[in-house]
């Protein structure tokens, strides 16, 4: 089952989408819940990825019939577990709140967004591991700056400014030049140099080489392990 009253309240109370949009999303959560036997059941034993790669692939319905609209009604509900997870359930995510009655408006679900917020929320969780005396100087919330959204904003031991770049997966290209645009914002606004850190799962040489050519940037590799327990 899916969490119907916390979802449904958050969605018409936090969100502020109106009852006929409410009304529609619990409609289809109820069908994707039965299609899955069980949502939450199948978050948690297959992953967020796995479940937004079935809903790009099955046939089933509603996804059918309404491809585009269940995977927008899946997103948003991913997107609130992660929240929830994280002990943060306002409306902080890059998707604008859904009004009316036209889902034709709602985005599209995109399973590396849904990657790269579950993965902010895990390096939020262990900055020290990323960096020793690394910690968040942006109140758990991404910072706007002219040229975008920074994932992290940080100081390090020494105190310096460290913008955090966060990518799931294989790097892609743009990712760097996107990272020192922040970081160039950043510093026109505090008057003071800050570093710049991007993390990824992987870099290609290009971008190895470009960093190494830049000031103050450095690039974090991350992998996934896993850990064991009995489990009778």
């Not at 943060?88 to 849904?114: H, K, Q, R, W």
Request: glycine letters at 6%; hydrophobic letters at 40%; aromatic letters at 8%.
């Amino acid at each position: 089952m899916y969490d119907k009253i916390g979802f449904l309240d958050y969605f018409a109370n936090t969100v502020k989408a109106s009852a006929n949009t409410c009304a529609t999303y619990r409609s289809f959560l109820n069908r994707i819940d039965d299609a899955l036997g069980g949502l939450d059941e199948a978050l948690s034993s297959r992953g967020l990825e796995a479940v937004m790669e079935w809903a790009r692939t099955t046939e089933v319905e509603p996804f059918g019939t309404y491809r585009s609209h269940a995977k927008s009604v899946l997103k948003r509900y991913a997107l609130y577990k992660l929240e929830k997870a994280a002990g943060d359930e306002d409306a902080s995510v890059e998707e604008p709140p859904a009004s009316g009655d036209e889902l034709g408006s709602l985005i599209e679900s995109d399973a590396n967004f849904i990657r790269e917020r579950e993965m902010q929320i895990q390096v939020r969780r262990q900055l020290t591991n990323l960096e020793p005396g690394l910690e968040a100087i942006d109140d758990g919330a991404e910072i706007t700056v002219a040229t975008g959204r920074i994932d992290i904003l940080a100081r390090d031991a020494k105190g310096r400014t460290v913008v955090i770049e966060l990518k799931a997966g294989k790097c892609p290209p743009g990712a760097l030049e996107q990272l020192l645009a922040y970081a160039y914002d950043i510093e026109q606004e505090s008057g003071k140099p800050a570093r710049a850190m991007l993390v990824a799962g992987s870099f290609t040489d290009r971008i190895r080489a470009a960093a190494r050519r830049a000031k103050d940037v450095e690039l974090k590799s991350y992998s996934y392990s896993l850990s064991f327990q009995d489990d009778k």
